[in-house]
């Protein structure tokens, strides 16, 4: 039976590891030198196996409240790892004897992501000034992607982007480009293309353009074309 799972906390799903034929996945560890010591309030143990049995943490620091606890494990899927879990508030506060150009908190993953998520909440970053840098190397690499499900919305004094090779706005609805005070627009060429080209190109040209970013009114046109050819050769 599948078992949501939040963290730590799940129900036990435990086969012996000396169970014939058991799934190795399922089997639960086995210790028999774990030590601890504590009262109604807490305890620190060493060696004690999470409660899924799945984990063997070295050293863990324990509350009454089984989802208030820090734990360094040793063995399993979580091998390495440092977890820690509360029903409260998590807070990190540093840096008051530092100066302002110091790194006062630091977070480095030498492989793999590192993921901030809030998943009944928003995420906030805040600061004299906020720089996202990114220096991946290669075409897959080194981009910051911005997704919204519903709006970007921008507010400042000046917004400048430069772009070293291109940059594109696209939108399959209206688009409105607003100043109150003076609109400048520089191109060495500048070609202004409206869906009057759909059907017969211009004189000057645009079908090129317009298809381009209508690849499917395109396609249509390409292929009633290709049923008129077809239609004169036959008859």
């Known amino acids: 039976m599948a078992v949501e799972q939040r963290g730590l906390t799940a129900q036990n799903d435990r086969l ?64 390495g790892w440092t977890i820690a879990t509360s029903p409260g508030a998590f807070q990190v506060e540093a840096g008051s004897a530092m100066e302002e150009a110091e790194n006062a908190v630091i977070i480095t993953a030498v492989n793999g992501d590192v993921s901030i998520v809030s998943t009944n909440g928003k995420i906030r970053l805040q600061g004299t000034d906020i720089e996202l840098v990114a220096v991946g190397e290669g075409q897959t690499k080194g981009n910051i992607k911005l997704t919204s499900s519903e709006n970007v919305l921008i507010e400042s004094k000046k917004v400048v982007v430069t772009a070293k090779t291109m940059y594109k706005l696209c939108t399959p609805g209206d688009a409105e480009v607003v100043a109150n005070g003076t609109l400048e627009l520089y191109g060495n060429v500048i070609k202004g293309v409206t869906a009057a080209v759909k059907i017969k190109d211009s004189k000057v040209g645009g079908q090129k353009i317009y298809d381009k970013n209508n690849p499917n009114q395109a396609a249509k046109r390409q292929q009633r074309a ?10």
Do not use: W
Request: cysteine-free; overall charge negative; hydrophobic content about 25%.
């Open 16 to 79: 012996p590891k000396a169970n014939p034929g058991s799934n190795p996945s399922k089997n639960a560890e086995q210790n028999y030198t774990e030590i601890g010591l504590g009262n109604d309030k807490g305890s620190i143990k060493m060696g004690h196996i999470h409660k899924q049995g799945d984990v063997t943490a070295g050293v863990g620091l324990y509350t009454p409240d089984g989802e208030h606890q820090v734990s360094l494990d040793i063995d399993g899927k979580r091998k």
């Open 226 to 235: 290709a049923q008129a050819e077809d239609r004169n050769f036959n008859y």
